[in-house]
């Protein structure tokens, strides 16, 4: 993973009750695998699948591919209905150590309850669900809600020895920036590798720290709050 070459991703919220749309940009750095989210039709998103398994699994059978693929097309509904605009997976060594991460990015329509300080609100209802350490912060583009946290998964049995489904402890970082059209954008990083959690915190930082939104004549916009 390298740190000093950069893309930057264009995203355009849904227009929300607040009646516009806002332009979302952020910048990525180079090295992460990302799912597709602009196949034309089926067959050419299983293309766009089997292709991203051959970078990802390099030494990987063509059944390898081939299940990697379709695991990951069987989550695309659940993908479709949490907003996300954005999914990508970069491995790296630290200190010897290979170390793999995820980040995901979704846009979805902010809870009508927020009211006018929807950040406090967030607050309130992520600490009452208990799953980290919550902190409302400022950044570049406006206020939002940070929370550092653990939780359990499962990696498919397709890809462990044993053939079964096995658990794996994530530890995350998940930022919440609540838009003034009344949509939420949610950034969030996991990694199940503890070695690499002080690198690809301090580069999800900088993810975050590059967020800028745009109104729909290219003027950049700061949220409220």
Known sequence: MTTTDTIEVDRRSPEGSGGTEIDVRWIMPEGFLELPFEADDLDELVD???????????????????????????????????????????????????????????????????????????????????????????????PAVTCIGTRQASVDASLTGSGKDEPIWTSFIQVQIPLSNQTLMLLEMGTPTAEGWDTFS?????????????????????MPG
């Open 48 to 142: 766009q699948l089997v292709e991203l398994a051959q970078k990802a699994l390099p030494g990987g059978t063509e059944d390898v591919h081939l299940e990697w693929a379709a695991m990951c097309m069987a989550n695309y509904d659940e993908f479709i209905e949490a907003g996300l605009q954005y999914a990508g997976f970069v491995t790296t060594e630290v200190e010897g150590v290979r170390c793999t991460a995820t980040v995901n990015v979704s846009l979805v329509d902010l809870d009508e309850r927020a009211g006018p300080k929807p950040v406090g609100f967030l607050a309130s209802t992520m600490r009452h669900l208990e799953i980290g350490q919550v902190d409302e912060v400022k950044l570049p583009c406006g």
């Open 202 to 222: 301090a580069m999800f930082a900088g993810v975050v720290k590059s967020v800028r939104f745009f109104d729909e004549q290219g003027l950049p916009l700061v």
